[in-house]
């Protein structure tokens, strides 16, 4: 048990349909990450928060998607009017500031799109 | 687009056997290289991260990188078939942790 829990940890959604995730980081880390894992792939980075402030955003992640960390606690992913290709598994993970490189990943949230 | 190459295996090594695992990466300003391994169905967790050239031990495990040549590897020494997972490769451009850009992961089983 790495200590970050994600809620919920399957989801099945139609086409269409928009969907949120949660993300609860150890308690005293800084840092959240989030990534899309997919089948026989390595993750791929979606965004970061450092406290509240989102730091970074991939230049692929499509507008549809959006993420938030309103008190630097835990932060939320929503994907809006999904589609079959965003079906993967949706990794949250979290570190300190002073020890950025310590990644700890959380469980997942298993996302299937009908 | 930085690329970070990894054979997918599958990889078979006997129990108690030496398994080396490889790394190419594609941008020569990556900075800090870890190797993660993930169990079938479950997340990432960090073994071991590097950022100099030369070899870093810890355990059973080495990892030894040579930025001139921009490849990282993975020794697992005295494999135990607990040591049966993918393997991943990742970069990190810089000192502040921010993006990390994975491999695919190469698949690792050791026979008893």
């Known amino acids: 048990d790495t200590g970050v829990s994600q809620d919920p940890r399957h989801k099945i959604t139609k086409r269409g349909q928009n969907v949120t995730f949660r993300c609860d980081p150890i308690?005293?880390?800084?840092?959240l990450y989030w990534y899309r894992q997919t089948l026989g792939q390595g993750p791929e980075f979606l965004t970061y928060f450092q406290n509240e402030a989102q730091l970074e955003k991939s230049r692929l992640l499509s507008d549809r998607f959006s993420a938030e960390r309103p008190k630097g606690s835990f932060s939320t992913l929503e994907i809006q009017r999904t589609e079959q290709g965003d079906s993967a598994m949706y990794l949250c993970?979290?570190?300190?500031?002073?020890?950025?490189?310590?990644?700890?990943f959380g469980p997942g949230t298993r996302l299937t799109v009908l | 687009q930085k690329e970070v190459e990894q054979n997918s295996g599958p990889l078979s090594v006997p129990e108690g056997a030496i398994a080396s695992l490889n790394c190419t990466y594609s941008d020569r300003g990556s900075q800090s290289f870890f190797w993660y391994r993930q169990y079938s169905g479950k997340s990432p967790e960090l073994i071991m991260f590097?950022?100099?050239?030369g070899d870093k031990e810890d355990g059973r495990f080495t990892a030894q990188l040579n930025k001139a040549s921009q490849y990282v590897s993975l020794l697992i020494r005295d494999s135990q078939p607990s040591d049966s997972a993918t393997y991943l490769c990742a970069v990190n451009e810089g000192n502040t942790g921010n993006q990390f850009y994975f491999g695919t992961g190469t698949s690792l089983t050791v026979i008893p």
């Open positions: 590097i950022y100099s050239n």
């Open positions: 308690s005293e880390h800084n840092r």
């Open positions: 993970a979290s570190s300190l500031i002073l020890s950025p490189f310590e990644q700890f």
